[in-house]
């Protein structure tokens, strides 16, 4: 009989408690930054195809520029940018844990690449004894489309590396 008691009680108690909460969808525009000021002005349209995603779901913008993730998955949004055009502002925004965030994306214009310079710096451990090939890394990259490099280094990376690329894929010959 207590144990009847014990249970009902509890089950009683289950059904008032309030149910986990699923987080909120994160919903936002990707848009073309016609005056590249990273806010969206009168007139600026949506730009469809654009990858969206959370970290656990890549999504599409619709044709207004629209998109919908289902959560704010690890708590950051990023967009993938197309190859003809450049982040006007962040690529990647923070939002919070519960979701329900309206997160838009500015894009600009820019004519389409054709090249590329794919400069890799992953975990240097500088000493003495690596310094001076360190160096020698770095003046190749500096030497090499300054002007590309930082744009690809802001695009890339913006503020999560506080430090600038280094070294540039090379062959074992070259080093």
């Known amino acids: 009989m207590c144990k009847t008691v014990l249970a009902t009680v509890l089950v009683l108690a289950a059904g008032m408690l309030p149910a986990a909460q699923a987080p909120a969808p994160v919903t936002g525009v990707v848009f073309e930054d016609a005056n590249g000021n990273g806010h969206r002005d009168v007139g600026e349209r949506g730009l469809a195809g654009v990858s969206v995603s959370n970290q656990h779901e890549v999504v599409e913008s619709g044709p207004d520029g629209a998109y919908r993730l289902a959560s704010p998955g690890d708590g950051v949004v990023f967009v993938s940018v197309p190859n003809d055009h450049r982040a006007a502002g962040p690529f990647w925004k923070a939002v919070p844990g519960s979701g329900g965030a309206t997160v838009d994306f500015a894009l600009a214009a820019r004519p389409a690449r054709t090249t590329f310079t794919f400069i890799h710096a992953s ?46 894929s090379t062959t074992p010959s070259t080093m």
């Open 123 to 168: 975990d240097t451990h500088v000493s003495k004894e690596s310094l001076g090939r360190l160096q020698a890394f770095r003046s190749i990259a500096e030497a090499r489309r300054a002007d590309e490099m930082k744009i690809a280094h802001e695009e890339i990376f913006g503020p999560l590396l506080p430090i600038s690329a280094t070294a540039i």
